[in-house]
């Protein structure tokens, strides 16, 4: 069975980086879209980004383009997200999806089929 697993969270400054990782397995990874999504405590999980399987097209919410970058290693089995100017906002648990259409990379929620247990982000002013 598939399972993803994050990891790269913590604390940072704002103004700062950071880089996700999630690892894949159970599967062909290149077959899956991937996907980064956050839930700020009391808010709904929101979509970040995503990557079609081959990695050839991505997909950022508005607030993150320019900022956040995705990028996926299939010989690796990994999905990255590349975090910089990293501000209060961006505070969230950082989960990994993974969905069955390799070309699907919206942020509806239902189109994700696996997730991993999420990573914390914390960002201080």
């Known amino acids: 069975q598939v399972q993803l697993v994050e990891s790269g969270g913590g604390l940072v400054q704002a103004g700062g980086s950071l880089r996700l990782s999630c690892a894949f397995s159970?599967?062909?990874?290149?077959?899956?879209?991937a996907g980064w999504f956050r839930q700020a405590p009391g808010k709904d999980r929101e979509f970040v980004a995503a990557i079609v399987g081959s990695g050839r097209y991505t997909n950022y919410a508005d607030s993150e383009k320019g900022r956040f970058f995705i990028s996926r290693d299939n010989a690796k089995n990994t999905v990255y997200l590349q975090m910089n100017s990293l501000n209060s906002e961006d505070t969230a648990v950082y989960y990994c999806a993974a969905g069955s259409n390799g070309y699907y990379i919206g942020r509806t929620l239902s189109e994700w089929h696996h997730w991993g247990q999420g990573t914390m982000v914390t960002v201080s002013s």
């Open positions: 159970g599967d062909t990874f290149s077959t899956y879209a």
